[in-house]
């Protein structure tokens, strides 16, 4: 996205690039220097300096300077002795010399001006690394490493690594933790033509890091797609942060090492043992919108897939083929990989009827038999046209009848149609060489087998599922849920001040009723067996009776459990083997008693587990699946992180296999499923309200056509407060943020901008006054892309801020009448702000309402001071400038605009501070 579409409603003027998102600071001078210095720079045969220099030596059009002391002159080049007597501030160093000699380099090229560097050394220890960056930081120098490859920026001329080949210029960026697989790929991409915007090597990322590249790359105008290859992340919440704001404008695919979940056996409860770190990866991946695959060829597929295809449909899928073992092959891989192959109806096989032989398979796959001339494949193609909610695969195999060229002009018309809807596979090689190649010169999604394109088709399905499940956010609370926050305060309160973390039964139960869940009835009695009799009695038969303990979490596994009882007799000789037995298997536990409870049998009703954790990486964990007894055997979970909607928590629902089941079948009909839903967004809001919730077990929640109900609980609680939304790797909307005020008469609501709002933004937008637009973004826009758009009404509250004032509409709806957004820096320093107002509305009070707002906001969250670049000619921005309190000056920089003028409002009383 350009600069100028992103400042269309930041009517203070420009935003420095330094303050463009949360973490790019100098990465300009790392991908884009016009000059760079070498330190450890040699001509010695297979050496480290010797290979960066060499590279940086083919096809780098600025400046370089080898640094080395020991020589006079490098490859024909005069050499440099030390930072001091370089002819100037190099743009990027790169540093091959010993590791204790780093950090005093990094001080010496931050103080002569130097803003990033490369540290391809390895062997910095932990006091080594850290006095790197404490050098680095006064000065914010940028690092990419150490013990790093280095990174290659083809269309620049850019190797700064020690990579034994270079790469081809190209629009997919490729960044990688492991350096051998750099190198690896290099080699594997050249081989197959592949091209790069950027191949980075991350190394120990001590400083630049995944967030910070997705930051840079994800507004990159020469990258298309960005491919990941992660083994760890540090920050969570900047990586979602970058990640959610990259993948709104571009694809972002990830393969992610280190699949296993080793380690959870030892955890204390059922979620814990299933939400292994992998699992929260992938919740992560699909709520940040991004794609997740499992090999590295597979990086290279999906993004081609994207590029050429990205706004295809992806429901259902029709495959055409002229045979049937290829059409069969297909529809085995749809079938493996959980994608619809679309049913032909009564229309859609009466038109192919008429174009098609009589022995056509007459159902999906659409065989339409080996012997098929180029009309009989234009014809199918103009038929299943009718149907455009499907895509179509089309699959040729070469014959003797009609050349593969042929049947590829033929029909280039139908698979160049746009939307696009058609992916292609050309089976063989020499015979449909050509006709391959014609199709990929046309921008025609081609792949060499059916599964290949079945399996590229499942990525577009996935990424679309996860696109839509980056446009919401929720707020942290939903007012239509009714919970009784003072009661479940007390419950916790009361546990924790008695030493314990874990709640037993009923005190669970009654945690979740306040919170708004329907739970069975449950009368808590003393190790009697007679107190159980008569709790049995007051409910009536049949019961559950479960053992009481504070020290036993699984009841069933010490035989703490049985269901069904039908008499007193009954229950009576249970209580009484029941405690014999847990006796038996743990004489350490102090048994308090049984909890009583009547026999939920529920028509049709599935077993289910809701809970949650806390990941050590990315918080807050919300666990859905098949529950019951069997819940580890069954492993049917889908995770996700909170907050969640009804949309999002729907999503979840739907990745379970059990959710299959739920739909209905046979005579069973399908369960309310939004009640479900309904307990999931009702236990993120608990994480959310509740910070001392470490885990939370519903095992098992009922659930049938006619609702649902908890019949057993568990809860662990901390006095640490490993939950709450401060907690959350995603920032819920901020609903306490929104404010309801009259104006002129008539009721107004400033409140931060949401996904949903894009529309009414446009025709905002669209209202805006040429001349205004250019006293705002220095130039005149005529249209808007809906990307634009989307990075606009999309934020990231925790990296910026944009408050509208709207109005109601009399027909329904809501009408914005102005903005006001700042973008704040890395350390909370500086908000460059922008405000705007409709143009039909200005002189009314509402950019000062807005500014005020946004000037209160900023104070709460700490930020130093709020800044602007304003045109001179602006004068109506400069007086409300003034009138704010804000101090006016000119900018500062090498060459300052004589046009503009910079205003700032210092926003805490200690403004020295850091």
Known sequence: MSLSAAMLDRGAGHIPPALATMSIRHLDALFAPASVAVFGASERAASVGATVWRNLQSGFPGRLYPVNPKHARIGGVTSYASVSKLPEAPDLAVICTPPATIPKLIEQLGQRGTRAAVVVTAGLDKSTRQAMLDAARPHTLRILG?????????????NASFAHIGASPGELAFVSQSGALVTAMLDW?????????????????????????????????????????IESIEESRKFMSAARAAARNKPVIVVKAGRSAAGQAAAASHTGALAGSDAVFDAAIARAGMLRVLTLADLFLAAETLARFRDGPSEKLIVLTNGGGAGVMAADEASALGVPLATLDSAMLARLDAVLPANWS?????????????????????????????????????TAIVPSHDIAQAVLPQLTHSPRRVLGSWLGDRAVAQARQTC?????????????AVRAFSFLRTYRQHQTELLQTPPARDATLASDLPAIRRIVSAVLAEGRELLTEPEAKSLLAAAGLPVVPTRVVGPSASEATAAADALGYPVVVKILSHAISHKSDVGGVRLGIGSAAELQQVCVDMLRRVRS???????????????????????LIVGASVDRLFGPVILF??????????????????????????????????HKLMQGFRDWPATDVDAVARVLVCVSQLLSDIPEIAELDINPLLANDEGVVALDARVRVSADRPAGAAHFAIQPYPVELVERIEWKGRPLTLRPIRPE???????????L?????????????????????????????????????????????????????????????????????????????????????????????????????VLRENTGMLALARALGFSESAPSGPAPDSGMRFVSLELRSDPGSE
Do not use: W
């Open 440 to 452: 990929r010169e046309a921008g025609v999604p081609d792949f060499n087998t059916p599964e290949e």
């Open 146 to 158: 150490p013990n790093c490859i280095g990174m290659l920026v083809p269309h620049r001329g850019l």
């Open 769 to 869: 006054d040429p001349e205004d637009i250019r006293l705002r973004v220095f130039h005149s826009r005529r249209h808007i892309e809906h990307s634009e758009l989307a990075r606009l009404t999309q934020i990231d509250y925790a990296r910026e801020m944009a408050f509208i004032a709207t109005r109601p509409l009399d027909a329904g709806g809501e009408e914005t009448l102005a903005a006001v957004r700042v973008v704040i820096d890395p350390d909370n320093r500086d908000a460059e702000f922008g405000v705007i107002v409709r143009s039909d509305l200005k002189g009314g009070g509402l950019g000062r309402c807005l500014m005020d707002k946004m000037i209160r906001h900023l104070r709460q969250r700490g930020t130093r001071r709020m800044v602007g670049h």
């Open 362 to 398: 007459r159902g999906n796959p659409v065989d339409i038999i080996g012997d098929a001339p180029a009309d009989r494949y234009v014809a199918a193609l103009d038929a299943l046209a009718q149907d455009p909610a499907s895509s179509v695969l089309f699959i040729h195999a070469p």
């Open 189 to 229: 991409a050249a081989a197959r033509g592949i091209g790069f915007s950027h191949f980075v090597s991350l190394g120990e990322h001590a400083d630049v890091d995944f967030g910070d590249l997705l930051d840079y790359l994800g507004s990159d105008p020469h990258t298309r797609a960005i491919l990941l290859y």
């Open 625 to 658: 699946g098949a529950g019951g007894t069997a819940v580890e055997v069954l492993a049917d979970r889908a995770l996700a992180l909170p907050p969640l909607n009804t949309p999002l928590a729907l999503a979840q629902i739907g990745r379970t296999r059990v």
């Open 757 to 767: 709002d894009e529309p009414q933004h446009l025709a905002f937008l669209e209202r």
């Open 585 to 607: 298997l743990r004489p350490d536990a102090d048994i308090q008693g049984f909890t009583i409870q009547p026999m939920v049998r529920k028509r049709h009703a599935h077993e």
